[in-house]
Nanobody, 119 residues
């Protein structure tokens, strides 16, 4: 059993910053890709940023230059530093991880954390 737990969401004014964290726990052998997704009301879930175990990153065009994803492989943890936040960044943010356990592998999701940016 693998669990992903997010923290760090909240309410912030436009131009402000937030830092999201995600911690994975359970019978984890290794984690390949980890990523942050978001879903705004009435919209599809979209990829915000992703990072593989080697450190390579990928960002949505809408957040490039403002968001920074990082991970601590030893702690099975990941963070998303969000700067210069805009009202359009308002969404529920989800942590995702591609996890290998002793018996299988698969993609796991956190429960989501709300980020609200006021104008």
């Amino acid at each position: 059993q693998v669990q992903l737990v997010e923290s760090g969401g909240g309410l912030v004014q436009a131009g402000g910053s937030l830092r999201l964290s995600c911690a994975a726990s359970g019978s984890i052998v290794s984690i390949n890709a980890m990523g942050w997704y978001r879903q705004a009301p009435g919209k599809q879930r979209e990829l915000v940023a992703a990072i593989v175990s080697g450190g390579s990153t990928n960002y949505a065009d809408s957040v490039k230059g403002r968001f920074t994803i990082s991970r601590d492989n030893a702690k099975n943890a990941m963070s998303l530093q969000m700067n210069s936040l805009k009202p359009e960044d308002t969404a529920v943010y989800y942590c995702n991880a591609d996890v290998r356990t002793r018996g299988s592998s698969g993609k796991y999701w956190g429960q989501g954390t709300q980020v609200t940016v006021s104008s």
